[in-house]
C-alpha cells in the first residue's frame, strides 16, 4: 500500500503556481520524498525528491514539512503541458525496492 | 540508446496466447522494474531486477507471469496463456544502483511502455 495520502484532483489556471500537497504522516527517517508526474499515455517521468532540506530545480520545488509528515509540490508558472497525474512516493534511495504507486493528483491546468 | 526502449509499443492478440515484452534499460543501470498500468488505474509493481536476480517478484499476479534479464541489460517479461484481464499497458523503468550509497539517486526512469490488448 502507498505511505502517502494525496488529493484526487486539482485545477490551477494557467500561469498561476500550482501547489499539490501530499501527506506522509508514517515516513521513517531513512525514507525521501519522491515526486513523479505521469501526462496522459506516456510512462511516469521523475520530477524532484528530498530527505528533509527544502529542494528546487528546473521542474519544481519541494517543500517538506519540520516534522517530514508532509510535503509540498510546486509548480511556479504552471502551464497547459502541466496537466497530469502526479504522484508523491516515499521510499529510501537504496534502490533495491520497488517504487509504490497510489492515485496521485489529477492536475489540470486551464487556460 | 538515450532513454528506456520498449517493444512492442502496441500488441493485440487471442486469448490464450503467449506474449513477450521486451525492456531495454538506459546503458550501465542495474536495477530493473516491470509494471502494469490497466485503463484508468495507478501503476502496479510487478518485480524488480538487481543485476540478472529478481529479489522482489512479489508482484507478479500468477503463474502465467514470468520474468528473465540477462547479461544485467535487456529484460524480457512473458504472459502464457493470456486473458482478457492481462490487457494492460507494461511499464519498464531502469535505475542506477552503485556499490557507493550517495551514488543512488533512487530515480526510476520509465520507457513509454506496451500497450497489450487481449481479445
Known amino acids: 500500500d502507498a505511505k502517502t495520502t494525496q488529493p484526487t484532483s486539482m485545477d490551477c489556471a494557467e500561469g498561476r503556481a500550482a501547489n499539490l500537497p501530499c501527506n506522509h504522516s508514517t515516513i521513517s527517517g531513512n525514507e525521501y520524498v519522491y515526486w513523479y508526474r505521469q501526462i496522459h499515455s506516456q510512462g511516469p517521468q521523475y520530477i524532484i525528491h528530498g530527505l528533509k532540506n527544502n529542494e528546487t530545480n528546473e521542474m519544481a520545488s519541494l517543500i517538506i514539512t519540520e516534522d517530514r509528515k508532509s510535503s509540498t509540490l510546486i509548480l511556479p508558472h504552471a502551464t497547459l503541458r502541466d496537466t497530469a497525474v502526479y504522484y508523491c512516493i516515499v521510499r529510501g534511495r537504496s534502490g533495491n525496492t520497488p517504487l509504490v504507486f497510489g492515485k496521485g493528483t489529477r492536475l489540470s491546468v486551464i487556460a | 540508446g538515450a532513454g528506456v526502449s520498449q517493444s512492442p509499443s502496441n500488441k493485440v492478440t487471442e486469448k490464450g496466447k503467449d506474449v513477450e515484452l521486451r525492456c531495454d534499460p538506459i546503458?550501465?543501470?542495474?536495477?530493473l522494474y516491470w509494471y502494469r498500468q490497466s485503463l484508468g488505474q495507478g501503476l502496479e509493481f510487478l518485480i524488480y531486477?538487481?543485476?540478472?536476480?529478481?529479489?522482489?517478484k512479489s508482484g507478479l499476479p500468477s503463474d502465467r507471469f514470468s520474468a528473465e534479464r540477462t547479461g544485467g541489460s535487456v529484460s524480457t517479461l512473458t504472459i502464457q496463456r493470456t486473458q482478457q484481464e492481462d490487457s494492460a499497458v507494461y511499464l519498464c523503468?531502469?535505475?542506477?544502483?552503485?556499490?557507493?550509497?550517495?551514488?543512488?539517486?533512487?530515480?526510476?526512469?520509465f520507457g513509454e511502455g506496451s500497450r497489450l490488448t487481449v481479445l
Open positions: 531486477f538487481q543485476g540478472n536476480s529478481a529479489p522482489d
Open positions: 523503468a531502469s535505475s542506477f544502483r552503485g556499490q557507493i550509497y550517495l551514488e543512488n539517486t533512487g530515480e526510476l526512469f
Open positions: 546503458s550501465g543501470h542495474t536495477a
